[in-house]
Nanobody
Framework: QVQLVESGGGLVQTGGSLRLSCSAS????????MGWYRQATGKQRELVAV????????HYADSVNGRFTISRDNRENLVYLDMNNLKPGDTAGYYC??????????????????WGQGTQVTVSS
């Protein structure tokens, strides 16, 4: 069974930092693009960041560009989201995603193969 398990969410003050982790199992991790989506209460789900299977290509939402960094460790089947200078607008459930096609995550083309259960990030004023 494919599982994507997120961890690292929590409550942080404005300006703080968090590292989210996603552990993948049941897939050949190194051939899958990985990414993070988030969804705030009452708002649409949006892409946060995506990384190619080899880790050499990334894309970020404009709202987080320069503050967040996505990375992966293909030896350990892990993907990370390092979040810095957090703002109240970053408050959302964060979901790890996986797909064989980079564009499926970056552009939601053809749907996304796998989703994690999410981890909550709350940024207080």
């Amino acid at each position: 069974q494919v599982q994507l398990v997120e961890s690292g969410g929590g409550l942080v003050q404005t300006g703080g930092s968090l590292r989210l982790s996603c552990s993948a199992s049941g897939i050949e991790f190194k051939i899958h693009a990985m990414g993070w989506y988030r969804q705030a209460t009452g708002k649409q789900r949006e892409l946060v960041a995506v990384i190619s299977n080899g880790g050499r290509v990334t894309h970020y939402a404009d709202s987080v560009n320069g503050r967040f960094t996505i990375s992966r460790d293909n030896r350990e089947n892990l993907v990370y989201l390092d979040m810095n200078n957090l703002k109240p607008g970053d408050t959302a459930g964060y979901y790890c995603v996986s797909d064989r096609t980079y564009d499926a995550i970056a552009r939601q083309e053809g749907g996304i193969d796998y989703w994690g259960q999410g981890t909550q990030v709350t940024v207080s004023s």
